[in-house]
């Protein structure tokens, strides 16, 4: 991993993003942050993040809609997409799964697994 590594945090929880935001930065990523589906798909495509972290339950967009964006664009297809969001229904887990997502994790989390799932997903790209 180099410090150009990229990834868009996407949720609108101020304190989650904060809190992602520092052990990101602390494993020597750039952060991008967006607080809701419209601003995330703005800052890809101005970023091209190398990841997205994206909570389900979102305003304007949610993280299903932002998830069926992602994989549906040409240049964004192939980006490891790790949902991290407080629904943990077997159908909401299924659905994204399908829609592409490459991880599912359920808020509460632990930081440092998130962190070596990102890893995981980012050795496996390269």
Excluded: W
């Amino acid at each position: 991993m180099t410090e150009k590594t990229k990834i868009l945090i996407c949720d609108d929880d101020p304190l989650l993003l904060e809190l992602v935001e520092y052990k990101l930065k602390a494993k020597g990523y750039l952060v991008i942050r967006a607080e809701n589906g419209e601003d995330a798909l703005i800052a890809m495509a101005a970023e091209k993040p190398d990841l997205v972290v994206l909570d389900a339950m979102m305003p304007m967009l949610d993280g299903f809609e932002v998830l069926r964006h992602i994989k549906q664009h040409p240049d964004f297809a192939q980006m490891p997409v790790v949902m991290l969001t407080a629904r943990k229904s077997e159908k909401d887990i299924v659905s994204a799964l399908d829609r592409g997502a490459d991880d599912y994790l359920v808020k509460p989390f632990i930081p440092d697994e998130l962190l070596a799932r990102i890893s995981r997903l980012l050795a496996a790209r390269r």
